[in-house]
């Protein structure tokens, strides 16, 4: 089956500092997720990708979808405290019950330190 | 939009109980998902619903596990007899073909 790779599985920065965050698969994906959770939550939805090559921002976060559509990256530039979290990177295809189901990563804890 | 709803946020129950969890789905909405989260095990998908239909319960643990989707505006998922194995977070989660996953706020089981 599919598989996501995400890396790394934890981070300590400090405030102010820039962080980067990847998935690869073992297999195409035509769409890529990432979601951040708090701590007593559910995952929330940060960026959607679904273009091959595609860069897309939110705010301080840019995310982009690798051309070999095995990949994506998740950055996050100038982090606050409340950027503490766990980031969660999903890929999915248009299953053939059209259904869009997901494959997530293991996930990247972030610690945001003063 | 209220988002996906799920009750009880909270369940600590004993052994061998049975136990029923709820979620209500985002209007409009077609697909529906259960997942299980631990962290040894991480996000793990149960099961999903496309118009009220089970689609794929490859993820269902054991036969002590069961999903129901009445309606579109309901699901359940039911854990009888209860184990301690069974304590993690239950997330619901619902999309449609063209948005991606909403998540639910979760339901924490602790089983003792």
């Known amino acids: 089956g599919q598989q996501l790779n995400q890396s790394p599985q934890s981070m300590f920065i400090q405030e102010g500092e820039d962080v980067s965050m990847n998935c690869t698969s073992s297999?195409?994906?035509?769409?890529w997720l990432w979601y951040k959770q708090d701590p007593g939550e559910g995952p929330v939805l940060l960026i959607a990708l679904y273009k091959a090559g595609e860069l897309t921002s939110n705010g301080r976060l840019t995310a982009q979808f690798g051309i070999t559509r095995k990949d994506s990256f998740l950055n996050i530039s100038a982090s606050i405290p409340s950027d503490v979290g766990i980031y969660f990177c999903a890929g999915s295809l248009i299953s053939s019950g059209s259904a869009r189901q997901l494959t997530f990563g293991s996930g990247t804890q972030l610690t945001v330190l003063p | 939009d209220a988002g996906v709803i799920q009750s009880p946020r909270h369940e600590v129950t004993e052994m061998g109980q049975e136990v029923t969890l709820r979620c209500k789905p985002i209007s409009g909405h077609n697909s529906l998902f259960w997942y299980r989260q631990t962290m040894m095990r991480g996000l793990e998908l149960l099961i999903y619903?496309?118009?009220?239909?089970?689609?794929?319960d490859s993820g269902m643990p054991e036969d002590r596990f069961s999903a129901k989707m009445p309606n579109a505006s309901f699901s359940t998922l039911k854990i009888q007899p209860s184990e301690p194995r069974d304590s993690a977070v239950y997330f619901c989660?619902?999309?449609?073909?063209?948005?991606?996953?909403?998540f639910g706020s979760g339901t924490r089981l602790t089983v003792v």
């Open positions: 297999s195409i994906f035509n769409t």
């Open positions: 619903f496309n118009n009220n239909v089970p689609i794929d």
């Open positions: 989660a619902s999309s449609t073909r063209d948005r991606p996953y909403t």
